[in-house]
Antibody
Framework: QVQLVQSGAEVRKPGASVKVSCKASGYTFTNYALHWVRQASGQRLEWMGCINAGNANTKYSQKLQARLTITRDTSASTAYMELSSLRSEDTAVYFC????????????WGQGTMVTVSS | QSVLTQPPSASGTPGQRVTITCSGSSSNLGSNYVYWYQQLPGTAPNLLIYRNNQRPSGVPDRFSGSKSGASASLAISGLRSEDEANYYCATWDDSLSGPVFGGGTKLTVL
């Protein structure tokens, strides 16, 4: 079945970086975009950025573009999200989600990865 | 502060019809489609409505969406206990050049 499976929970100190993976299966990886959306505890969803898995074009939110890098490995059908210079306010659950050409229709989601930033 | 505004809570009894609203501006909802997501506690969101009023396969027709200008609404008819969840609206924002989400509405089935 179509699914996205993310890597496990991470704990980092302020100022460090974190890299989360999202492995796709059950569909043609390069036909879709993969997005990263995060959610702090009890808070709204926040779109972070995305990658076109076919041509590797990326798009980042204005808020995070200086600290965020999204990449993909087509041989592994996996996308990666790396966030640098972590702060306590980056503590959140990070989701990857798939779209086709409609970049707001997230039809498949990963299970989420908890990232905790604490000294 | 969310770009899209939703009421923080809504409630209804089983069998009732409940409506959740979402308001935005000319740079987002006023010129783009609305999408709705359901999020059960501890799980990832699930797409309920796309492009204002379209339901993905598997979503019951008890869920319906509409949009007028820079406002949108999600209606749930025949309310069931399993509908108790957080509901988020979303749209594309032309100024931010990316998707934006509402603050979410927690639906309680009494």
């Amino acid at each position: 079945q179509v699914q996205l499976v993310q890597s496990g929970a991470e704990v980092r100190k302020p100022g460090a970086s974190v890299k989360v993976s999202c492995k796709a299966s059950g569909y043609t990886f390069t036909n879709y975009a993969l997005h990263w959306v995060r959610q702090a505890s009890g808070q709204r969803l926040e779109w972070m950025g995305c990658i076109n898995a076919g041509n590797a074009n990326t798009k980042y939110s204005q808020k995070l573009q200086a600290r965020l890098t999204i990449t993909r490995d087509t041989s592994a059908s996996t996308a990666y999200m790396e966030l640098s210079s972590l702060r306590s306010e980056d503590t959140a659950v990070y989701f990857c989600a798939r779209t086709g050409g409609d970049y707001v229709a997230f039809d498949i989601w990963g299970q989420g990865t908890m990232v905790t930033v604490s000294s | 502060q969310s770009v899209l505004t939703q009421p923080p809570s809504a409630s209804g009894t089983p069998g009732q019809r409940v409506t959740i609203t979402c308001s935005g501006s000319s740079s987002n909802l006023g010129s783009n489609y609305v999408y709705w997501y359901q999020q059960l506690p501890g799980t990832a969101p699930n797409l309920l409505i796309y492009r204002n009023n379209q339901r993905p396969s598997g979503v019951p027709d008890r869920f319906s969406g509409s949009k007028s200008g820079a406002s949108a609404s999600l209606a749930i008819s025949g309310l069931r206990s399993e509908d108790e969840a957080n509901y988020y609206c979303a749209t594309w924002d032309d100024s931010l050049s990316g998707p934006v989400f509402g603050g979410g509405t927690k639906l309680t089935v009494l």
